[in-house]
C-alpha cells in the first residue's frame, strides 16, 4: 500500500507540469471504458482530457457539463467535436446539451447519479488495476427484493456474495450494508463503484476476508438539497434496520451478530451511516465513512458502551475535499480520528490522493477499508 | 389460459374502433412505467398513445423514432411536445431527434437494443399482471463471470435462482438458457423480459416448476444485418455448450443431465436455438422458439433419435408477424408444428395476440411456455 501511495504521489508530480506547459491537447485519445459497445468516442489523453463526437447536423450549439470545456465545433465529416480540461483520474458524469437541450451522450454507457440515468466518462486512472476484471474467482451481485411494512413497498437490493459462496453450505459471512450518496440509487456500488471486482481482487490476493455485501436505495424519504440539515433518518434506519437486516439474515448465510456487522456509505450515505451506526451500537461494529462527515468523541452519547462495541471507525476523504483550510462542519476528520485513537477507538483515516468528491475517492476508500474489517 | 386468450381477442375487438374513430389524442394521459423516477413524461394514453416532453429552447425541429408520430411543437412551457400513433401493448424501443442528433430521451431508463443503451416506452398491456412486481416469494438474478478460454475473455451472465433456491441446499433444478435477439444483450430478458418476475408469479401460483435461467451475451462472433443467412454458430455453441453449461453446472445446483436442460431465444435467439438444440440433442431435451423460425420433420436429421430425446418443441409468434399469407422462410410454423405432432413430438404453437416482433410477444411466450417445460 506505502508503495503504491508514493508512486501516485511520484506520477501526480511529473504529470503536472506537461499539462500545464501544453495548451494544445495531446493527440493521444483512446476509446473511454465507460463507452457503449464498439462506439469510438467518447476518447480521453494521457491529460485526462475527454473528446465528444455528437452527430447534429441542424443543431446551432452544441456542449456538454463539464465547466472550462472547448468550445464544440463541427468537424469535417459535419459531425461536432469538443473536449474537456484535464479531468481528475476516475469517474465523472456529464451530460450533452443541444440546442438548449440537456441529453445523454448516445455513445456513452448509463450511470445513475444526479437523480437520473444519464453519462459518464471514466477517466484511466494509474491505479485502476484495484478494480479491474481479472481471471479470478468471482462473486456474484444478486438483485433481490425484500417487503417493507413501514414504506408499504417491494423494495430492491443488491447483494454481493464473496466466491465460493455456494461451494460450502455451511459456511457463514460477515454483512457489510454499503450505501450510495445524494441522488444516486442502490446500482451505484455495483456499476460504477465496481465493489464486486474490488472484493474479488484483494479476496483473490487473501489482502480482505471473504463478506457479503449489502446496498439498497438509501433516499426512503424525500430528500432534497438544502433538507440534509433537518433530514430525518427514522424511515430509513426503520427500512434498513428493521427490515433489510432481517431478511438478509434470514435468506443468506450471515454471521448475524454485531461483531459481524458492519456499515459504510459515501456522503449522505455517510451521513446515514453515523447517524444509524451510533444510534445502533448494538446492530453494527465496524462503521464506515467516504467524504460525509467524522465522529469526535464527544458525538458519542455513551463512550463506555461504545469503546466496548464498535470495532472500527473508518473516515476518508478525497484530497481535494480537505485540501487548504476550510472549515467543515463536523470539524476537521483527520482530527476527529486522531482524537478517538486517543480514547483507544480502533480508528483509521485515508484521504484518496488527487481526488475530489467523486467515485475514484470511493473506490478507494472502500478498497483500503475491506481489509480492516471483521479481523478476527 | 383459455379464458384469457378469449379476453383478449375481446378486448381488441372492443378497442379498435374507438381509436379509429377519434382524431384527437384521448387526454387521458398518465407517466409511463419505463420513464426515469419521478419523470412524468414520457405519458400514455387509453389509446396506447405516447406523449412525450423535451426542454429544447433552442431546437430548429424535435422528433421521435416513432413513424407517423404527430408534428413535436413548442407548448406554452417553453417545451417541445409530440405524440405518437396507437402503439401496440407492450415494450418500444425509441430515441429522441433534436436537430438532427438522435439521442435518448433523458426522461426514459436506458434498454439495450439496436445495439445500444436508448430509451423506450412501456404502454400498458391488459394482460400485464402476469409480469408485475408482487409480494411473492422472489428469485435472484444473479450476475456472474465465467472465463471463457474460446474467446479468451471474462464473460457476463445473469442466472435467475428460483425462490427458495438458497433455502435447501439438497435441491437440484433444472436450467433454461434463455437468449436475447439481434442488437440486444444478457440484460434484456431480465430487464424488459421481466424473465425473473414471470417467474415469481407462476412459481407462485404454482402453474410452473421452480427452475435455473441462464442468460448471457449470444453475438459471440460480429453479426450484422443481411449476414444472418452464412451465420456460423460455432463461437457461440462453443461459448455456450463446451463452456458456460458446464461453468453453471459445476457453480450451480443443476440437474445436468439432458432432460434437464432446455434452451430458448427469441428472433435471432431462436435461430442460434434452432441450430445449437439440433446439434446437441445430448445437451438439451426441450427447445422453444419464439418469433425466429421452426422446425419441420425433414429439418431434423435423424428423426427416430430426435423423438426419442426431445421432450418438447414449443414455437411462438406475434399475431403482427404471421398475419395474412406472407411467404416466411422455413415456412409456415403452425404447418411446422402440426407436421412435428403428427410424427409424435410433444410441440405447442402459440400466437401473442395484437403483437409484433416485439418484447411482449416475447414476455407470452416464455410465460405461455414455462409451464411445459420440465414436466415429470
Not at 450511470?111 to 481479472?134: I, N, T
Not at 461494529?285 to 463506555?304: C, K, M, Q, V, W
Amino acid at each position: 500500500m506505502k508503495k503504491t501511495r508514493i508512486l501516485m504521489a511520484l506520477t501526480t508530480l511529473l504529470c503536472l507540469p506537461l499539462v500545464a506547459q501544453d495548451e494544445a491537447p495531446k493527440d493521444d485519445w483512446k476509446p473511454a471504458t465507460s463507452n457503449q459497445p464498439g462506439k469510438e468516442y467518447p476518447k480521453v489523453n494521457s491529460e485526462g482530457r475527454v473528446m465528444f463526437r455528437i452527430v447534429a447536423p441542424n443543431a446551432k450549439t452544441v456542449g456538454c457539463t463539464f465547466r472550462d470545456s472547448s468550445e464544440f465545433k463541427k468537424g469535417e465529416d459535419g459531425a461536432w467535436y469538443g473536449h474537456t480540461r484535464p479531468l481528475d483520474e476516475g469517474f465523472h458524469y456529464y451530460m450533452l446539451n443541444i440546442d438548449g437541450a440537456e441529453v445523454p451522450d448516445p455513445n456513452s454507457r448509463m450511470y445513475f447519479g444526479a437523480m437520473r440515468w444519464g453519462s459518464a466518462v471514466e477517466v484511466p486512472a494509474h491505479d485502476q488495476e484495484f478494480y479491474e476484471l481479472k481471471n479470478v474467482p468471482h462473486g456474484q451481485l444478486r438483485e433481490i427484493y425484500f417487503h417493507s411494512p413501514s414504506t408499504d413497498s417491494m423494495r430492491r437490493a443488491f447483494v454481493y456474495t464473496p466466491p465460493g459462496y455456494d461451494a460450502d453450505p455451511e459456511m457463514r459471512y460477515p454483512v457489510l450494508y454499503l450505501q450510495h450518496g445524494w441522488g444516486e440509487n442502490e446500482y451505484g456500488w455495483g456499476e460504477q463503484g465496481y465493489a464486486g471486482f474490488i472484493m474479488d481482487n484483494l479476496i483473490a490476493e487473501k489482502e480482505a476476508r471473504p463478506f457479503i455485501i449489502v446496498m439498497t436505495y438509501g433516499m426512503t424519504n424525500e430528500i432534497r438539497f438544502g433538507g440534509l440539515r433537518n433530514f430525518n433518518i427514522e424511515p430509513f434506519e426503520t427500512v434498513l434496520v428493521r427490515e433489510l437486516v432481517p431478511f438478509i439474515d434470514k435468506h443468506f448465510r450471515t454471521l448475524s451478530d454485531q461483531p459481524n456487522r458492519a456499515m459504510a456509505g459515501l456522503s449522505m450515505g455517510a451521513m446515514e451511516t453515523r447517524m444509524i451506526t451510533l444510534r445502533n451500537l448494538d446492530t453494527f461494529s465496524h462503521i464506515g465513512l467516504f467524504s460525509g462527515g467524522s465522529i469526535r468523541p464527544d458525538d458519542i452519547e455513551d463512550l463506555a458502551t461504545f469503546k466496548d462495541r464498535n470495532k472500527l471507525v473508518f473516515v476518508s476523504y478525497g484530497s481535494k475535499e480537505v485540501g487548504g483550510d476550510r472549515p467543515r462542519r463536523g470539524g476537521n476528520p483527520e482530527e476527529s480520528v486522531e482524537a478517538l485513537k486517543k480514547e483507544g477507538i480502533n480508528s483509521h483515516y485515508y484521504v484518496s490522493p488527487d481526488t475530489a468528491h467523486e467515485w475514484q475517492s470511493w473506490r478507494r476508500s472502500l478498497h483500503e477499508m475491506a481489509p480492516l474489517l471483521f479481523k478476527e
